[in-house]
């Protein structure tokens, strides 16, 4: 999302999640070199907070699921080469050309990583099988009514103690749309969101306590709540 989206009351594509996935898939060299840069200092600022509430619960190994892990430089990368704990991420994103990047820029961690193609809203994980569960620009997304969904899923698939780092766009909108995104003419794109607040609130009512709640805006100056939550428990 960016201040180029335009919000807009067209009604919701039926083929949405193949639109998106086709965006990705074509702009995905300018969308990593561009948007996803090792110097983004507010995903390395609260990667950085995530991880070390990973380390309060001073456990040798932990599993991660990301959503939305992109080329998985970064994010992705920085989990992997934690040491303490040691962890296992299963990075999940629309985007089979967005994999394929991570598969090769990630491929000396190969036996702590497992690459899962395809929406978010497809994944079926046993309850507790996460100590964490962190998206990034991912869950944004969604439709609004599966952002709720998702995130009731992903409370369930936390272990008790289990941490969520997320963030949403602070603007309430149902639908919005740009059909240039970061200026490449295959750049169609779709967000929603339920405002700031209130998903916060719908964090707080699926059951998580809440670490960090922070505005924040990111290097198109669009303004985003970022949510850090952890389940009760443990």
Not at 52 to 69: F, S, W, Y
Not at 177 to 193: A, C, H, I, R, Y
Not at 215 to 224: E, G, I, P
């Amino acid at each position: 999302m960016s201040n180029e989206s335009s919000v807009s009351s067209t009604e919701i594509p039926d083929n949405l999640k193949s639109r998106i996935k086709d965006s990705y898939d074509a702009i995905a060299d300018h969308y990593n070199n561009n948007f996803t840069r090792e110097h983004d200092v507010i995903r390395l600022d609260f990667l950085g907070r995530f991880l070390k509430e990973l380390q309060v619960k001073e456990k040798e190994n932990a599993t991660v699921l990301e959503l939305g892990c992109g080329g998985g430089i970064p994010g992705t990368r920085i989990l992997l080469e934690n040491q303490s704990p040691s962890i296992h991420v299963t990075a999940n994103d629309l985007s089979s050309t967005q994999i394929e990047v991570a598969r090769s820029n990630l491929s000396s961690f190969s036996d702590k990583l497992t690459l899962v193609e395809g929406d978010m809203m497809q994944l079926s994980f046993p309850d507790e099988s996460f100590d964490a569960v962190m998206g990034f620009y991912s869950v944004i997304h969604l439709p609004r009514d599966e952002q709720a969904e998702i995130v009731k899923r992903i409370v369930r698939w936390l272990k008790p103690g289990g941490l969520f780092l997320v963030n949403f766009g602070d603007e309430e909108f149902s639908v919005a749309v740009n059909k240039t995104w970061l200026d490449q003419e295959k750049g169609w794109m779709f967000w929603s969101g339920w405002g700031g607040k209130q998903s916060v609130k719908m964090v707080e009512e699926a059951g998580l306590e809440l670490v960090v709640t922070e505005k924040r805006q990111d290097l198109l100056d669009a303004a985003f709540i970022w949510i850090l939550g952890k389940k009760p428990g443990v």
